[in-house]
């Protein structure tokens, strides 16, 4: 396991972003657990290394929800040393101005609050108790002032090689009107306007997969008028979005039926993004009855 996989243990003070750290693992491939009793991670980390190439990347979520399985933390790390597995910890901590804000607009009570406690007595105190956790980590990381891209792109480049993420990947579907909109599209791109090649009694019971239909679609200057506006929006927009913080953005093309214009076109965007994108293409309609 020291070899093929990489483990990383977040743990830290309540509010800090331990959710968002572990959602952001999760795009990257991580396999996360959240919230896992330190009691465990030697067995876990047992199962791990039976997986074998399976499970290349892990995340766990340790801190004092735990409860008194906490307190088991580092006798578990002792033996993940032992067992030479490379792991690494990443504590995420803030300033008490900032964690007091978080759990106000959450309105939850802090876990280490007593009863009838201010949330500042809940902060200091887990202060106290994960003062030595903080002294053994990798990486401490304050999140007073970052927001979750920011903090999403730290373990991008501390955890990622460049050939082992993609930024964002984009969904393109071909649909069509008449089936209903995807409900999950993003953005929707009406191509009605386009030339019809159900019309043309030797096209229309082929799709725009074939080079007849797709030749077709593209050969008049309405198609190459918006094709060029298209390709020059998506170059646009994707980039926003990455800084965003999505992981995924899903378009949607859609005609009559969604069997020609609008898979020709999906096609033809699939073409120009995946130079720079990972892409995925479905045309969802089609194998139906076509546009009537």
């Given at each position: 396991m020291?070899?093929s996989t990489?483990?990383?243990?977040?743990?830290?003070?309540?509010?800090a972003?331990k959710?968002?750290?572990?959602?952001?693992?999760e795009?990257l491939?991580?396999?996360?657990v959240?919230?896992l009793?330190?009691?465990?991670?030697?067995?876990?980390?047992?199962l791990?290394?039976?997986s074998?190439?399976?499970?290349?990347?892990?995340?766990l979520?340790?801190?004092?929800?735990?409860?008194e399985?906490?307190h088991?933390l580092?006798?578990?790390l002792?033996?993940?040393d032992?067992s030479?597995?490379?792991?690494?910890?990443?504590?995420?901590?803030?300033?008490?101005?900032?964690?007091?804000?978080?759990?106000?607009?959450?309105?939850?009570?802090?876990?280490?609050?007593?009863?009838?406690?201010?949330?500042?007595?809940?902060?200091?105190?887990?202060?106290?108790?994960?003062?030595?956790?903080?002294g053994?980590?990798?990486?401490?990381?304050n999140?007073?002032?970052?927001?979750a891209?920011?903090?999403?792109?730290?373990?991008?480049?501390?955890?990622?090689k460049p050939?082992?993420?993609?930024?964002?990947t984009?969904?393109i579907?071909?649909?069509?009107?008449?089936y209903?909109?995807?409900?999950?599209a993003?953005?929707?791109f009406d191509?009605?306007?386009?030339?019809?090649?159900?019309?043309?009694?030797?096209?229309?019971?082929r799709?725009?997969?074939?080079?007849?239909?797709?030749?077709?679609?593209?050969r008049?200057?309405?198609?190459q008028?918006?094709?060029?506006?298209?390709?020059?929006?998506?170059?646009?927009l994707?980039?926003?979005y990455?800084?965003?913080?999505?992981?995924?953005?899903?378009?949607?093309i859609?005609?009559?039926?969604?069997r020609?214009?609008?898979?020709?076109?999906?096609?033809?965007?699939?073409?120009?993004?995946?130079?720079n994108?990972?892409?995925?293409?479905?045309?969802?309609?089609?194998?139906?009855?076509?546009?009537?």
């Open positions: 020291a070899h990489r483990m990383v243990i977040i743990t830290g003070l309540s509010g972003g959710t968002v750290a572990v959602q952001s693992l795009d491939g991580f396999f996360c959240d919230n009793p330190p009691a465990l991670i030697g067995k876990f980390s047992e791990v290394r039976q074998g190439e399976s499970l290349r990347r892990v995340a979520v340790c801190d004092l929800r735990g409860g399985f906490f088991a580092f006798d578990e002792s033996v993940l032992e030479q597995i490379d792991y690494q910890i990443v504590f995420l901590e803030a300033d008490d101005e900032t964690l007091v804000r978080r759990y106000k607009a959450s309105r939850r009570r802090h876990p280490q609050a007593p009863e009838s406690g201010r949330i500042l007595d809940g902060i200091t105190r887990e202060r106290a108790q994960l003062d030595e956790l903080r053994r980590a990798d990486l401490v990381l999140t007073s002032r970052m927001k891209q920011e903090l999403k792109e730290v373990f991008v480049n501390r955890f990622c050939d082992e993420y993609d930024a964002l984009v969904h579907i071909s649909f069509g009107f008449k209903g909109l995807p409900i999950d993003d953005l929707v191509v009605r306007f386009l030339p019809n090649p159900y019309y043309v009694d030797a096209l229309r019971s799709t725009g997969q074939d080079p007849e239909v797709y030749d077709y679609v593209m008049w200057p309405a198609t008028a918006f094709m060029t506006k298209l390709l020059d929006m998506v170059d646009f994707i980039p926003q990455t800084h965003e913080g999505k992981s995924q953005i899903i378009l949607g859609g005609c009559t039926g969604g020609h214009r609008s898979v020709a076109i999906a096609e033809r965007l699939r073409e120009h993004l995946q130079l994108y990972t892409v995925a293409v479905a045309h969802r309609d089609l194998g139906k009855d076509g546009e009537r």
